[in-house]
């Protein structure tokens, strides 16, 4: 008899499983209107399993929408210290940039997300 345990994906990681928990938790809260209890499940996520840019993101994003700012662009800097090619981080912190009227940081990462978009496409093409 074959053995099917080579074909069978590998159980997620406990703490992996744990952010990810708490990251549906907190999309539920975002729709659902709670944005401050969403914040919290997302810190939890992120706790569990620092590198989770997905809930970083939903940090930042549930930050963004409780005007505070300058914890969003913390959050939106530490996905890019992780991935310094996610466009989605760059476009955030130009946004957040933006909204407190800091137009050359603004632009700056604007051109950022600009320029990585243009090299994914570029790769895109090539491969």
Known sequence: MPDDSA???DPPH???QLAEDHYYAAL???LEGHHEQAV??????VAA???FTDALHGLSRA?????RFDE???VSKQISEIDPDDILAHTSLSILYQKKGMVPE???EGNKARVLGWKQQLKKGIG
Request: glycine share 0%.
């Open 14 to 16: 406990p703490a992996r």
């Open 40 to 45: 919290e499940e997302y810190k939890r996520a």
């Open 63 to 67: 930050l963004q929408d409780l005007h």
């Open 106 to 108: 603004a632009e700056a």
């Open 49 to 51: 399993d620092p590198k």
């Open 28 to 30: 539920d809260l975002v």
């Open 7 to 9: 074909l069978s994906p």
């Open 72 to 74: 969003a662009i913390e």
